[in-house]
């Protein structure tokens, strides 16, 4: 290799330690620009990281015009090849940072149709996939029409956040209403959509020079938003191969990604299978790894680390080849709760399939594998009971992202 690849990564969370680690054992130069505040508390993998470099930070939002400044600082004496945001609210940071240096990687137009939920339906509909009705808060004559013209209930939701923060499911056309009303001018960055009642799936993809080169449908149990909104246990698993349900996930993933123009990169992107007529429906994508420890869940069933390929696929960077490593055939599955307990206990949970526990403070969570379908889906019905009586504590839905 001639001169290594230099590549600064941006987190203003600590997120995607196996992306660091696969930027070295690549050979890359890696650089670390995160937040102060994280100064004594992130884990970062130290080994695996030429220079870190940190940014003062209020409550982990950076100032955009400091920041600019500070890598066109680091511009000045050395040539970064890679700009990569680890975690999600970094991507239209990274984005105007790659564009106004000049740096390869996605630009701002395409970021947006992959953070801003109202883009992503837009140029949704524009290309003829299947979503539900939609309105962005902006002109209320248009409001008015849609609330008159599509049947209730519906959701209002932020659209740049995650984690199902912010939403709120509304019933009738006053209620909707109070609810715009009460954002104030905050209102331009909602968007109202129809509550389509289902199941909800994930698709988990690599994509490499415009092409599905790798992609895993995954169904969440209870949809999340019930689950943010009551409190209950998250869980999610690999759906079974090769079922209708998967194909047709699958297919509908192969049509999204090009749709909105994800040259490279990995994207977490989630669907509705309707109860009223069995129908897929696109509800948003993202270009990065699925948070929530589904990396952990897919590697467990796959073998498959995300942070490691996405890596592999930046440094590529169209000029050499990428082809994702064989896929194991393995399912899993994954179960996150609070905890009452700061430190919870989980070693009576000790079947053979258990692969992962989870170490964070008041939560719980584990994985499980197994070659057999029908054991995960057992024992994560086993194991959610189990949850509910050693661990579950309810809090209210949060309305401000906290990692
Ligand atoms: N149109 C909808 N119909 C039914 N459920 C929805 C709809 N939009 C959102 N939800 C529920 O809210 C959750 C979060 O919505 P989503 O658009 O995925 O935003 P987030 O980025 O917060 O995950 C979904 O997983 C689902 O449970
Ligand atoms: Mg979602």
């Known amino acids: 290799m001639n001169t290594p690849l230099t590549i600064l990564c941006i987190a203003s969370y600590e997120k995607g330690h196996a992306f660091l680690r696969q930027c070295k054992a690549s050979g890359a130069r ?37 920041t600019l400044h500070a890598v066109a600082h680091l511009c000045r004496n050395h040539i970064i090849d890679r ?56 002109n209320h004559q248009r409001v008015n029409e849609y609330l008159d013209r599509v ?66 449908a995954s169904e969440y149990g209870k949809p999340p938003l019930d689950v943010s909104q009551s409190g209950d246990i998250f869980t999610t698993r690999l759906m079974l191969r090769g079922s209708e349900r998967e194909q047709a996930v699958r297919a509908k993933n192969a049509q ?24 897929v429906y696109f509800l948003e994508t993202s270009a990065r790894v ?21 890596a592999k696929v930046e440094l590529a960077g169209g000029k050499a080849p990428y082809s994702p490593p064989e896929a194991k055939e393995d399912y899993a599955g994954l179960l996150v709760s609070l905890a009452k307990q700061q430190w919870p206990d989980l ?30 889906t057992e024992l994560l019905e086993q194991y959610r009971n189990r949850f509910r009586e050693d661990f579950w504590a309810m809090l209210p839905a949060r309305d401000k992202p906290t990692h």
């Open 30 to 66: 890696v650089f670390l620009l995160t937040s102060l505040s994280l100064k004594d508390k992130a884990q970062w993998p130290t080994d695996s990281i030429d220079e870190l470099f940190y940014m003062p930070d209020e409550d982990h939002a950076w100032n955009r015009e400091h």
């Open 83 to 138: 700009l990569v945001p680890l975690d999600d609210f970094d991507l239209e940071l990274a984005a105007f940072l790659r564009e106004h240096l000049r740096i390869p990687g996605m630009g701002e137009t395409t970021t947006r149709y992959f953070r801003d939920k109202l883009a992503m339906r837009m140029k949704a509909q524009e290309k003829g996939l299947n979503i539900p009705e939609f309105v962005p808060i902006i």
């Open 151 to 216: 049947p209730g209930p519906w959701v209002l939701k932020p659209r740049m956040l995650a984690g199902a923060i912010g939403i709120k499911k509304v019933h009738t056309k006053q209620e909707a209403w109070d609810k715009i009303n009460s954002l104030g001018d905050q209102q331009s960055y909602y968007l109202l959509e129809r509550f389509v009642p289902g199941d909800i799936f994930h698709v988990d993809s690599i994509v490499y020079e415009n092409k599905l080169v790798y992609a895993v």
């Open 256 to 279: 999204v990604l090009p749709s909105l123009g994800l040259v490279r990169g990995v994207s977490h992107t989630e669907f509705i299978v309707a109860n009223e007529d069995g129908k």
């Open 290 to 310: 699925g948070g929530a420890h589904i990396a952990d869940l897919i590697e467990a069933g796959t073998g498959i680390n995300m942070w490691a390929e996405w």
């Open 347 to 376: 070693s009576a949970y000790n079947d053979p399939e258990v692969v992962w526990r989870m170490n964070r403070e008041h939560h719980a969570g584990l994985i499980v594998k197994s070659p057999d379908f029908a054991r995960i």
